[in-house]
Structure formats: C-alpha cells, structure tokens
C-alpha cells in the first residue's frame, strides 16, 4: 500500500499556480478503499456529544482525534492502516513541496518536528463551505475521500485572490477571488495543500443523497493549544509566526463566529 500511493504523490503533477497542491485520483488500490468503507460510521451513526458540528447548518460531523469515538474508530484495522499510510507518507510529501516550502516557511521553522493528526467527517445533503484558510499551525493539510456521489455537488473549488495582497484574510470577500478550478469528488482521490497564507478553497453545495466521507490529516508545527483537540477549535489558530506573510481574520464577527454556512 505504501508503495503505490508513494509512486502516484512522485507522479502527480506538483500544481504552483493558484498555491501548491496536488489533486490525485485513485490513490489507494480500490480493494482497500472498499474495504476501508465498510468499517466507517455513516452520519446517523455519529450522535455522540464528543462530535463536533463545522457548519450552522449541521450538515457535517466532525470526530477529533481528542474524540473518544474516534479512539474506538481507529481501532479498526482499515482505518489505523490509513492513519499510519500518512504518518509514513510525511517525508515523500514533504519532499514533492520542499522548494515551495523554502520559499514560503520562515527559515526557523522549515526543519520543526512535525506533529501528525486527523480527523473523520461526514457530510450530507445541503452542506457548502465558502472560501477560506485553515489554521496556520498546519504547514500541509490533505483531504482524502473515500465516498462521495461523485456528480452531486460538492465540488472542491481552489480559489484565487484577484489581486494580491500584502495581508491576507481568513475568510475572504466573495468579490476578492474567483474560481481558479474544480474538481468532482471521487471516491479513493486526495487533496494535498501546501498551507501558504493565500491556500484559499471552498466547498460547492452538495446535493447527493450519500454521505460523504473523509479524513483530513495534517503535518503540523508544534503549537501549545493544537487543534487536534475540540476545545481550541471554536476559534481557528491564527498566529502567523511560520509562514513569511501576514494573515488574520479581518471581520470581528468572524473573529467570535468560526463556523461557516
């Protein structure tokens, strides 16, 4: 397993343009994505008070690592072989991103001890995320799905500041970028984000009437409140000190209110 989804991150075309990213289709043999479906939670199974809500709407359940059901979760064979997949992938990765990091990463931080963590979300019908960044503790961010409807909705969309700026906002104004791409969702496909100051992207209604399932897995600078833990993620990390460019959350409301749509 490792092998064939090293070759595929080393064959994947390294996107500079409108950030650094890489979108790769069938990353893991079928065999195991099928296998790994069998064993996750649908989103009615999650109503545990340990999950976690990421929209006002309540279309999408959020298990943290700190979660005690995502303790049960990784337990199942399938997921903790994804799990340690990742952990094992950190310097391949790392390396397709190294001249990109270089140039972005302030020079005291490009060699930290990164922290590996996940977590597990199901969406349904109805949820949308408008264009933002993630927390800045996060040097690279990957969004592996492993079910979707595939042409309903959801689209990832990868944004781009119409103009650049000297200080860049967490939650854009919908006037101040556009679309650069799309990409439908499939099952078995992976998203890698170099989390540069301007990784803006958003999330197109979906409309399927299947859950959609992923992990979101993070290489992470050691930070004291990470947000691997439900308590420090009300309010995202914003404390810019990694990356060379200025970033902050320019609406007060936004400032108080994390969650999207």
Known sequence: MFQFAKKKIQNSKLNIEPFPYIFIKNFNKKSFNIQLNKVLPNFDD?????VMFQSKSHTKKTLLPSSSIYKEVNKKKNINNLNNLFKKLKPVIIKKFKDEIKKYVNKQFRNSKLIYHSSYSVMKKGYLKSAHLDRRDHLIHIIYYSTSDVNKGGEICIQKLKQ???QFDVFPETKSIRT???YKILPNSCLIILNVPWAYH???KYIGNKDRKYFYMVYDFPIKNTGSN???RKKGFNGN???KQKVKVQSSKRRNVFLTE
């Open 202 to 204: 958003s999330v197109k």
């Open 46 to 50: 999650l109503n545990n008070s340990d």
């Open 180 to 182: 650069f791409k799309k």
């Open 230 to 232: 439900a308590k420090n």
């Open 164 to 166: 650049k700026k000297k």
């Open 241 to 243: 000190i990694f990356w």
